[in-house]
């Protein structure tokens, strides 16, 4: 068995707007999310700047007593899946609800949750902690509170792959509709560590940009100034479902699934191999996948962290990749506006890469200023384009070399 698989429902949440429309139409102006860290006090920290979430209320999602049992990052999934499930008019039937599954991933889960109760822990002893703190804070229960939600029985997952995590996901659920295990799945992923330890941990690993004084031009892939990456948090849910149950109900398809790769580097616990092997084996994985060549894929949402190594390193994957075409590729990183979502960020840049199908049009790598010698491919820089796309790869890459990237394709209605 081996069915065809259609995105019917893109919900997003990030730093540029709460809801799949009002992000994709800042992606597309190129507005830049970043921007001082509200979430707790920053002036010790060397990096005081993020991409969070502004004025968003989870009560418009979650009843009150409910709040307790989530972490913020289950709570950003529960508000996208609402915005995917609605696009994509989606109710699971009792009778099909077998065949209804959730895959939410998330890099590092509820560590809002974690900082608070270990705080409680240390002030008034073990008998503070809160009955709900692991239930709130173990990454799989995103996952839990959608299927429940949803009543969704079918499989049930999530990875903890770091920053590939919700490609992972969006992935493992395009196989298990494909070879029949599931109809539907409701898949991406969700991150919310801009905390404390989630901003000092990274911080003390050198991998932040720390240009305090111009937050919204920090994040700047590919961009010869670029001084590393910038923590965001959100959530990318996506409705994948069988294309023959998405005609039979007449749902609008937003664009068909049609590879996904995996790969280890094996090299290095944070870095990628110089050579950008790792990196180049997962995109060849997917358009062996897909059964298509390089000289097909008109666009690519990079991974791009704005990192000085990164994104080095994948522009020679992707030369590799792509070859003589390398040149003609569009490539651009949506992190230069979202931030980095970590766990997330393959949840959101594959919704954003289905959004670039539908409207035929490659979003914008902001702040590229400063072309720099070992990036020197057309980065779309700081303006969108209206162009045609048959197909649009995604690339997640992780700590510890794990790497994904999927490949989605413009639907032409049959």
């Given at each position: 068995?081996?069915?065809?698989?259609?995105?019917?429902?893109?919900?997003?949440?990030?730093?540029?707007?709460?809801?799949?429309?009002?992000?994709?139409?800042?992606?597309?102006?190129?507005?830049?999310?970043?921007?001082?860290?509200?979430?707790?006090?920053?002036?010790?920290?060397?990096?005081?700047?993020?991409?969070?979430?502004?004025?968003?209320?989870?009560?418009?999602?979650?009843?009150?007593?409910?709040?307790?049992?989530?972490g913020r990052f289950i709570q950003l999934a529960l508000a996208a899946a609402d915005f995917a499930t609605r696009m994509a008019e989606l109710k699971i039937s009792s009778h099909e609800a077998d065949a209804a599954g959730v895959y939410v991933s998330s890099g590092i889960g509820g560590f809002d949750v974690i900082e608070r109760e270990h705080q409680k822990l240390l002030s008034g002893g073990p008998g503070r902690i809160s009955p709900f703190f692991i239930p709130s804070a173990i990454i799989n229960l995103a996952s839990g509170q959608l299927s429940i939600r949803y009543g969704a029985r079918g499989p049930n997952s999530a990875t903890a792959t770091a920053c590939s995590a919700s490609a992972h996901a969006i992935g493992d659920s395009?196989?298990?509709?494909?070879?029949?295990?599931?109809?539907?799945?409701?898949?991406?992923?969700?991150?919310?560590?801009?905390?404390?330890?989630?901003?000092?941990?990274?911080?003390?690993?050198?991998?932040?940009?720390?240009?305090?004084?111009?937050?919204?031009?920090?994040?700047?892939?590919?961009?010869?100034?670029?001084?590393?990456?910038?923590?965001?948090?959100?959530?990318?849910?996506?409705?994948?479902?069988?294309?023959?149950?998405?005609q039979k109900r007449g749902a609008r398809i937003l664009a068909e699934i049609?590879?996904?790769?995996?790969?280890?580097?094996?090299?290095?616990?944070?870095?990628?191999?110089?050579?950008?092997?790792?990196a180049f084996r997962v995109m060849r994985a997917a358009m062996r996948d897909a059964k298509i060549d390089p000289k097909q894929v008109s666009y690519v949402n990079a991974h791009g962290t704005?990192?000085?190594?990164?994104?080095?390193?994948?522009?020679?994957?992707?030369?590799?990749?792509?070859?003589?075409?390398?040149?003609?590729?569009?490539?651009?990183?949506?992190?230069?506006?979202?931030?980095?979502?970590?766990?997330?960020?393959?949840g959101l840049e594959g919704g954003i890469s289905v959004l670039a199908l539908r409207d035929q049009t490659m979003p914008p790598t902001i702040n590229y200023e400063k072309p720099d010698p070992a990036?020197?491919?057309?980065?779309?820089?700081?303006?969108?384009?209206?162009?045609?796309?048959?197909?649009?790869?995604?690339?997640?890459?992780?700590?510890g070399g794990t790497n994904a990237a999927i490949i989605f394709k413009h639907w032409h209605g049959k």
């Open positions: 068995m081996n069915r065809r698989v259609v995105v019917t429902g893109v919900g997003l949440i990030c730093a540029c707007g709460i809801g799949t429309e009002e992000t994709w139409a800042s992606i597309v102006a190129g507005r830049s999310g970043i921007a001082p860290i509200t979430h707790f006090d920053a002036t010790q920290f060397d990096c005081r700047f993020a991409g969070e979430v502004k004025s968003f209320d989870p009560l418009n999602w979650v009843e009150k007593k409910e709040l307790k049992k989530m395009f196989k298990i509709i494909q070879r029949g295990d599931a109809d539907i799945m409701i898949c991406g992923g969700a991150e919310a560590s801009i905390t404390p330890m989630g901003i000092g941990g990274f911080a003390a690993m050198k991998a932040l940009s720390t240009r305090n004084d111009e937050p919204a031009r920090a994040s700047r892939p590919f961009d010869a100034d670029r001084d590393g990456f910038v923590v965001g948090e959100g959530s990318g849910i996506l409705i994948l479902e069988t294309l023959e149950r998405a049609v590879g996904y790769g995996m790969s280890g580097d094996a090299y290095h616990i944070t870095q990628p191999s110089e050579t950008g092997d790792g704005s990192t000085p190594i990164g994104d080095a390193i994948e522009t020679k994957a992707m030369k590799r990749t792509f070859g003589e075409f390398a040149p003609k590729v569009a490539i651009s990183s949506t992190k230069s506006m979202t931030g980095h979502l970590l766990g997330g960020a393959g990036c020197d491919l057309d980065y779309v820089p700081n303006h969108a384009r209206k162009a045609p796309i048959e197909y649009a790869l995604s690339n997640s890459f992780g700590f």
